[in-house]
């Protein structure tokens, strides 16, 4: 086997750090022999039959073209939890997980409903289905393959989400009010494009990551519109956000008659997350 791992660090050098490949190494030999990494290595198993080594040349070629190791592996994990990932869908990071930890950590009881706006692979949405006690949650998204995608991992973590595709940007009929409404919605402005990653840029779904240079709030303008409607008084709308947008969406909050704004950071202290309360009808008056 070594000379196997030896083979993926050559032709992995140069593209990703030392520490990287030392991962990479271990997630691609357990998925291609289908045994724990310490299985193999243990037993030492040394030689990969031909549909084995396919497999790894397969995945090599794609990590080296610059593929994200998340799509080609087809999961990755998200608080806690495993999640299918396809290029339909947006790779879940870190600062969400932190905004699901924001929410999580705020609800104090009681049967609350939880609406997940642009649920992209159904990460948020699972995730506080499993963690509130009593949550009930729907999820919309425009993208029927990534409903198909979000359903799935709602299946494997045996959360109990209800998934909708639904184009918020056509008129949307209430049915239910809800407590708590979260999205994470597309805010990389078309000019940003030039800051990102090429592994981001070509492999990840643009329509989930980019709005345009002059309409940069146009996901959260709409959605607060909704969550006017959809809220009851006194729920709560938790956005992720652009680092760079964070005054402009809480002015938009501001605005709208909301309250009990804050901004929050991430653990690299970018601000990236905001949460604001619906007003009562008794405030307003």
């Not at 790779?91 to 049967?111: A, D, M, N, Y």
């Not at 409607?229 to 760079?244: A, Q, T, V």
């Amino acid at each position: 086997m070594q000379q196997h791992i030896q083979h993926i660090r050559r032709e992995l050098n140069g593209l990703y750090t030392p520490s990287e490949i030392t991962v990479l190494t271990r997630l691609i030999l357990e998925e291609v022999c289908g045994l724990p990494y310490v299985v193999i290595t243990d037993n030492k198993i040394n030689h990969l039959s031909r549909s084995q080594a396919e497999k790894l040349d397969d995945i090599l070629i794609r990590l080296k073209k610059g593929e994200p190791y998340q799509y080609v592996f087809g999961e990755t994990e998200f608080y806690g939890k495993m999640f299918k990932v396809t290029g339909n869908v947006l790779i879940p990071r870190p600062e969400t997980e932190e905004l699901v930890e924001w929410i999580v950590s705020e609800q104090h009881g009681g049967s609350l409903l939880f609406l997940d706006i642009g649920t992209g692979s159904g990460c948020i949405a699972v995730a506080l289905a499993t963690e509130v006690e009593h949550a009930q949650v729907d999820a919309w998204d425009i993208s029927e393959e990534a409903l198909v995608v979000a359903a799935e991992n709602a299946s494997r973590n045996k959360a109990a989400v209800h998934f909708s595709r639904v184009d918020i940007f056509q008129p949307v009929t209430p049915l239910k009010k809800y407590d708590v409404i979260v999205s994470n919605p597309p805010y990389v402005t078309e000019s940003e494009k030039k800051e990102m990653d090429r592994n981001v840029l070509d492999f990840e779904p643009h329509e989930a990551l980019f709005v345009p240079d002059d309409r940069p709030l146009l996901f959260y303008e709409r959605i607060v519109a909704l969550a006017e409607e959809l809220l009851h008084d006194g729920g709560r709308l938790y956005f992720e956000i652009n680092r760079n947008m964070s005054e402009q969406v809480a002015a938009l909050l501001r605005d709208a008659g909301f309250r009990t704004i804050e901004i929050k950071s991430d653990i690299s202290g970018n601000p990236r997350m905001i949460r604001a309360q619906k007003s009562t009808a008794h405030e307003e008056a």
